[in-house]
């Protein structure tokens, strides 16, 4: 069963082993474990539902309350600390575009904001109940869910929109294709949220972005249905799918997705390199991005992050034997730097790509440690997410921040971030720690993930008011840097304050004439992206 104020399924559970824990307490101080409020006790400050009855809404507050927000450390704090104050007046989980239309008539009827729902997995506050005062329905995908079409000739399938990823693999695998499509939040995240938010899947340099996968389909919109049709490649005109991508349910719902698939691949591996300095590595991999070399993936943490990867991978003995051979191959303990690098495609291929990739590395100083950390890797790409449960149970918080610049922005970005986010907690006399990655590569530049750590506080406010600190020291310094306020997050109600410096006033215009023209009285998922 989903967890239903933290990450994941409740029976898993990722231990924080002792060398991670020694980190922290070294790096911030003893943890702050904080009481959990009960589901029960939540469930009282749900207020009387505002809209009227309706066959397909359900309005019990255990519903209401699982459907009241996503993953963003606000939603942390409010489920934890039992300080969340809003909820939608109720839930549809409609089954066809047909009931999405009923709710529609219905929702404009009776004035009612639509809060499109997938698989409730944002970390950017997109699906805050807004402050205004009308009644709320959230609109829960979940059962739009089936496989509706497979052209296995032109390689292209069409989904219910709120199909999860982990639903979506198991009806595609076992024909032999797959969308490719694996962002960390795999197990919950649902088709429609990806198109909605701009996903990127973690093997997008070889499957490609949502954008590129994302052919066509249906949008339900308060004033009528958006078809839009599959076409290999169209000159015809503006493409409107530009405008649904990550329109955040400003814009309707999205019912129907269709897809560009791929056949599984032959051979799709990881591999673990390690490089002397930060130097090296980005000099290895902006190389290999730009050599036209075919990989899936490639990950470059900087040394604060291999520092941490290593001590909470909990095998003691077999990081231990790493960091001696590292040691003996000449890596300075402080500032190695680990990438792993996936190749996918046949196994030809493959074998080019590694040969070729593997030439420049050792231009550049780097060693090769072979698959078996690529696969553990692999093994456990979407457990990572469980460790936020248990540090916040040890009494930290966890939150991570990305952003995409071009290559001569990418170093100085990072460090400003890491130094702005760092110094963010000194009125409280509080450290914060922060490491980093590039997460995805590209020819003109990469994207940079970074992740914070800090201690909890006694109150929901402080914990919430120290959160802003850091959000806002990081997202300032992104947009200093000249980088995208979201390489893959989206905006939301996080990052709309920040919006406009990107698109400038006249796009903020141009945006705005569409939502209006689309949805005259303002009812879809209003706060989010933009005011
Ligand atoms: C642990 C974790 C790891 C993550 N890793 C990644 C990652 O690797 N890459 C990445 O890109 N993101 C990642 N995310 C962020 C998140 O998973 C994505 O933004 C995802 O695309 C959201 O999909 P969802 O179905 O959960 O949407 P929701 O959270 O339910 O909704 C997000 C937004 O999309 C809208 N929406 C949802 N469905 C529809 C629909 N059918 N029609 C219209 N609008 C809709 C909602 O109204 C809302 O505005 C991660 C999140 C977590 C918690």
Redesign the pocket.
Same mark, same amino acid.
């Given at each position: 069963m989903r967890r239903w104020n933290g990450?994941g399924d409740e029976s898993i559970h990722v231990a924080l082993p002792e060398e991670g824990a020694r980190l922290l307490r070294r790096s911030l101080g003893e943890g702050r474990p904080q009481t959990d409020c009960t589901f029960e006790s939540l469930l009282h400050r749900i207020p009387a539902c505002r809209i009227p009855p309706h066959p397909c809404i359900q309005t019990d507050a255990p519903t209401r309350l699982i459907h009241s927000h996503?993953?963003s450390l606000p939603d942390w704090v409010g489920l934890r600390a039992g300080s969340l104050e809003r909820f939608p007046d109720g839930v549809a989980f409609p089954e066809n575009s047909e009931q999405v239309e009923d709710l529609f008539q219905f929702c404009r009827a009776q004035h009612v904001i639509v809060?499109?729902?997938?698989?409730?997995?944002?970390?950017v506050g997109?699906?805050q109940i807004p402050a205004k005062d009308l009644p709320v329905l959230s609109l829960s995908?979940k059962r739009m869910n089936q496989m509706m079409a497979l052209n296995a000739t032109d390689q292209l399938a069409t989904f219910g929109?709120?199909i999860s990823g982990l639903q979506l693999e198991g009806t595609l695998q076992p024909k032999g294709f797959t969308l490719g499509h694996f962002?960390?939040?795999f197990e919950?995240?649902?088709l429609?949220?990806?198109v909605?938010?701009r996903?990127?899947?973690?093997q997008s340099s070889y499957y490609g972005r949502i954008e590129d996968l994302y052919a066509g389909g249906e +949008?339900i919109s308060p004033i009528g249905r958006l078809v839009l049709p599959n076409f290999p490649a169209s000159a015809a005109g503006p493409d409107l799918r530009q405008l649904v991508l990550g329109?955040?349910?400003r814009m309707?719902? +999205?019912?129907r997705v269709t897809v560009r698939l791929s056949r599984i691949p032959e051979k799709d591996d990881v591999y673990t390199f390690f490089f002397p300095t930060w130097q090296s590595g980005i000099s290895a991999v902006r190389t290999i991005a730009r050599a036209g070399i075919s990989f899936s993936m490639m990950r470059l943490s900087n040394p604060a992050e291999t520092r941490t990867l290593l001590s909470l991978a909990g095998n003691k003995g077999k990081v231990d034997w790493l960091e001696r051979y590292l040691r003996w191959r000449g890596l300075p303990r402080d500032h190695a730097c680990i990438c792993l690098i996936g190749f996918t495609g046949t196994r030809r291929q493959v074998r080019t790509a590694r040969c070729e990739s593997l030439a420049v590395i050792r231009r550049n100083n780097g060693i090769a440690l072979g698959k078996l950390l690529g696969k553990q890797w692999k093994k456990n790409r979407f457990r990572t997410?469980y460790l936020r449960n248990t540090l916040w149970n040890c009494g930290y918080a966890v939150d991570t921040f990305e952003t995409a610049v071009n290559w001569d922005g990418v170093t100085a970005t990072l460090t400003a971030i890491e130094t702005a986010v760092g110094d963010s907690l000194a009125a409280w006399k509080e450290n914060v720690h922060a490491f980093s990655h590039l997460s995805h590569v590209y020819p003109t530049g990469s994207s940079l993930y970074t992740t914070v750590v800090f201690r909890l506080a006694d109150a929901a406010e402080e914990i919430l008011a120290r959160w802003r600190a850091i959000k806002a020291a990081a997202c300032r310094t992104i947009t200093a840097g000249g980088g995208t306020i979201s390489h893959?997050?989206?905006v939301?109600t996080d990052h709309r304050g920040y919006l406009e410096k990107e698109k400038g006033s006249l796009g903020i215009g141009l945006l705005k004439q569409v939502y209006r023209h689309i949805d005259p009285e303002g009812l879809m998922?209003p706060e989010?992206l933009i005011e």
């Open positions: 990450w996503g993953q809060i499109p729902h997938g698989g409730g997995t944002s970390v997109h699906l995908m929109a709120g962002p960390q939040s919950y995240s649902s429609g949220g990806w909605a938010t996903s990127c899947g973690q +949008l329109s955040e349910g309707g719902v +999205l019912t997410p893959q997050h989206g939301g998922n989010k």
